[in-house]
């Protein structure tokens, strides 16, 4: 079972600190309160062999494109629901899409794997065409309401060889990293809130289109960050994704954590006219003052 209680210990030391984005970022807590409750019984740890997995990251295929995942709705709608509510107030719009999402939910259209990256067409098709669910939302009712079944679902098969997966999806999900460190070894380690997965990439390849042209990555230096932060991006794509370099900040937290703690590196991003594919508080919520009455 996932360390929520440590994480959230951790998150609470972020918030006294950060005491001028508090309000905002108390959004989150709601999420991590969410995940303390889950029951680990819930889902069966994939039970594939070590070779078995790295039978099918050498053809380059995440573990959950292959993996049959029947699992019951009821479980994740504990989690959905109040971050449903919460969302709500970001505008009509949004009210109307997850209105239509939750009466899909219901009527048995979509379901928990309709949520994961991998769920190909069909399912990508009833969330944005039929309910009409905006890719912001959907990818944030993904991280908030899968992470801790994917988390036991793949615990017993986190072991990842050196040099078995170069791409910049996640191994096990399927899902875009959610954030970039450099190690003490000055090795680029990417992370996926998804799933909690992490592994090794390489340092000049984008994670989100792939391309290897050097003059492609950028690196923005957005004003007032804080020593050893930084913003990568991509010009080819125009993604990016935030990190810290661990030989300059040693003492920064875990990479979730510090994604949540930093939504102006994303303001500045989105402002250069970059995107993400992983949810931010930018992204998420209104600006202060024009929540929908």
């Not at 996640?170 to 190690?183: K, T, Y």
Request: with cysteine; hydrophobic share 40%; net charge negative.
């Amino acid at each position: 079972m996932p360390d929520y209680v440590t994480l959230r210990e951790e998150w609470e030391g972020v918030l006294g600190r950060r005491r001028d984005l508090g309000q905002a970022l108390s959004f989150w807590t709601s999420v991590l309160d969410g995940w303390r409750s889950w029951e680990a019984e819930t889902v069966t740890p994939l039970p594939w062999s070590g070779a078995e997995c790295r039978s099918r990251w050498r053809r380059g295929v995440p573990l959950m494109a292959e993996v049959e995942w029947d699992i019951a709705p009821e479980p994740f709608e504990e989690l959905l629901g109040p971050m449903m509510e919460r969302l709500a107030v970001g505008g009509a719009e949004d009210a109307q899409a997850l209105r239509r999402f939750a009466l899909a939910w219901d009527a048995g259209q979509v379901g928990p794997e309709s949520l994961l990256p991998t769920s190909g067409k069909e399912g990508a098709a009833v969330l944005q065409g039929d309910a009409g669910l905006p890719a912001t939302l959907t990818s944030f009712l993904a991280h908030a309401g899968l992470r801790p079944a994917l988390e036991d679902l793949f615990s017993s098969v986190r072991d990842l060889p050196d040099g078995v997966w170069e791409r910049g999806v996640c191994p096990w999900c399927g899902g875009m990293p959610g954030w970039g460190d450099l190690g003490e070894d000055g090795r680029r380690r990417l992370s996926c809130h998804l799933c909690g997965g992490g592994w090794t990439a390489p340092r000049l390849r984008c994670p989100f289109c792939e391309t290897w042209h050097s003059g492609d990555m950028v690196r923005l230096l957005a004003q007032g960050a804080e020593e050893g932060y930084f913003v990568e991006a991509c010009r080819s794509c125009r993604g990016y994704i935030k990190g810290v370099d661990r030989r300059q900040r040693w003492n920064a937290g875990s990479p979730l954590v510090e994604d949540w703690a930093s939504p102006h590196l994303d303001l500045y991003a989105t402002r250069e006219g970059y995107w993400r594919e992983t949810p931010s508080l930018v992204h998420l919520l209104p600006p202060e003052g024009d929540a929908a009455p």
